[in-house]
């Protein structure tokens, strides 16, 4: 009676349960992945909630008659934003429009807001706004995510957004307005 060639395959047997069992685990946790991934809160009042934007006051430049407003923006996401543009509204005036500066004033700012940042931002009065009509700015954030990021480092560094077939980032799909979200001030009057 021998046994080798019994050890032989109980061996080969137990190799391939365990390699069975590793991949049913790995299996499990590519799923819980997803799982967790797609849970994740992408609602747009979870994204508002991310970036407050408060009134400080009215303030005057060293030159010139208009009068501007002092935001303070803050970051209370534990993650970075990344501003995609801003403007001032009209009420009644369906159009966006630019944003009035002075060089003299706060009105300056990174294109990225780090997890708990802040800044001061001053906005004009917008020219055009006759006495009765009320204003407010608005400001685009987006998450920073590494789509993002790859998006910036790409562009600013003149890198290819996909080699032949393969697209590496979809720039459309990044700058898209449902991964946005639009942050108001309240109405101000003249």
Avoid at 37 to 49: D, N, T, W
Avoid at 85 to 100: I, K
Avoid at 161 to 174: E, N, T, W, Y
């Amino acid at each position: 009676m021998t046994l080798g060639p019994n050890r032989a395959i109980f061996a080969a047997v137990r190799k391939r349960v365990r390699l069975s069992i590793v991949l049913l685990i790995t299996l499990v946790c590519v799923i819980a992945w997803q799982v967790l991934r797609l849970r994740q809160p992408v609602g747009q009042s979870e994204r508002a909630s991310a970036v407050a934007m408060t009134f400080v006051g009215y303030t005057n430049p060293p030159v010139g008659h208009t009068r501007f407003a002092l935001f303070s923006l803050s970051n209370q996401a534990p993650y970075a934003v990344r501003w995609r543009g801003s403007w001032t509204e009209l009420e009644g005036n369906p159009n966006h429009m630019a944003r009035v500066t002075n060089r003299s004033l706060p009105c300056s700012y990174e294109p990225v807001l780090k997890a708990g940042a802040s800044l001061t931002l001053a906005v004009g009065e917008p020219v055009d706004a006759s006495e009765t009509r009320r204003w407010r700015f608005a400001m685009l954030f987006s998450r920073y995510r590494w789509r993002e990021r790859w998006l910036d480092f790409s562009f600013r560094h003149k890198l290819p957004l996909r080699l032949g077939k393969i697209m590496l980032v979809d720039a459309q799909r990044v700058l898209s307005p449902t991964n946005c979200v639009t942050v108001t001030t309240a109405w101000f009057g003249k």
